[in-house]
């Protein structure tokens, strides 16, 4: 009898140790609603949310709610590769299809393709440790005139400390629903208004303080406003982009150019004070 009960018990405990295990990466994040229930700076890292942002404006989501992915992830882009989910973390790949799940975000490994600035380098308080990532399940179509890789799931997870094992209890599952919601929030020319945004998603946040704060990124700073409750999580240079953009077309020879008209505008200036000087002296030789 007591082998029997301790043979049930030990079977319980693994039984109960399983579905903590499968209830965790299964834990769906629907909505910024649901967003914001994440403990992050605590349990999770801050950077995790400009990574998804990115992510959210990178991939293409159709009126089918299709997501697919628009870079060859074993090309190392935005710090991809593939990941075998050897420890069970997330759902066994389907048999027989060409399904295999890839890690994206690594900040360490050498890319083809590399994250914005705000992402590879963020302010000291939203830096993560390069700990998390998303990873995504990937199938694989030619359709004869194009390769198409679609997504059929989307995980946010994160390595735990000094290992290289994800964390399963801080492992979620993200809805296409909220990679809409995200995509909102997109950077650039063909942002939607802060006012829009802000009603849209209830938020109390000041539009002309964050525009002011965030510039470029002010869409982007409305986001972790409502996520995170704070006001200006961190101020980035708004023109960052602008300051690139001019700093990359400065080359020696416009620094040559520039100081050769520097150099006509001060003989310019010296020729006309001759002259000035010369009428002057005729003048009051005249006298």
């Known amino acids: ?65 299709v997501i697919s992915l628009t870079f060859d992830p074993n090309s190392g882009a935005y710090g991809s590769h593939h990941y075998g989910n050897f420890e069970g973390l997330l759902d066994t790949v389907p048999q027989g299809n060409q399904y295999r799940y890839y890690t994206i975000g690594s900040l360490s490994q050498d890319q083809s393709m ?29 359709t004869g005139w194009q390769f198409f890789r679609r997504i059929d799931q989307v995980y946010i997870t ?11 209890d801080h492992t979620y599952r993200i809805t296409t629903n909220l990679l809409r919601e995200i995509g909102e929030f997109s950077v650039g020319p063909n942002q ?22 965030w510039g470029q990124l002010a869409c982007l700073g409305l986001l972790l406003y409502i996520v995170l409750g704070e006001r200006h999580p961190f101020t980035p240079k708004s023109n960052y982009k602008l300051q690139v953009r001019q700093q990359s077309a ?16 001060c003989c310019m200036i010296v020729v006309v004070l001759l002259i000035g000087l010369f009428i002057l002296a005729i003048s009051a030789a005249r006298r």
């Not at 914001?36 to 990115?54: A, D, E, R």
């Not at 590399?114 to 990937?138: F, M, W």
């Not at 939607?192 to 525009?211: C, K, M, Q, T, V």
């Open 114 to 142: 590399q994250l914005p600035p705000y992402v590879a380098r963020p302010s000291r308080q939203y830096e993560g440790e390069n700990r998390d990532r998303i990873i995504v399940r990937v199938t694989e179509q030619n």
């Open 250 to 265: 400065y080359t020696p020879d416009n620094r040559q150019t520039s100081w050769c008209a520097a150099l006509v505008k």
């Open 158 to 168: 994160q390595h735990i400390a000094n290992h290289a094992e994800y964390d399963p």
């Open 1 to 65: 009898m007591m082998k029997i009960s301790g043979r049930v018990t030990w079977c319980c405990v693994a039984l109960l140790l399983a579905l903590t295990s499968v209830s965790a990466v299964h834990r769906e994040l629907n909505s910024i609603t649901d967003l914001k229930k994440i403990n992050f700076g605590q349990s999770v890292p801050k950077h995790s949310l400009l990574l998804l942002h990115w992510f959210a404006n990178t991939v293409n989501i159709d009126d089918n709610n």
């Open 192 to 213: 939607l208004p802060l006012w829009y945004l802000r009603n849209r998603f209830g938020s109390s946040a000041d539009d002309f303080d964050i525009e002011t704060a």
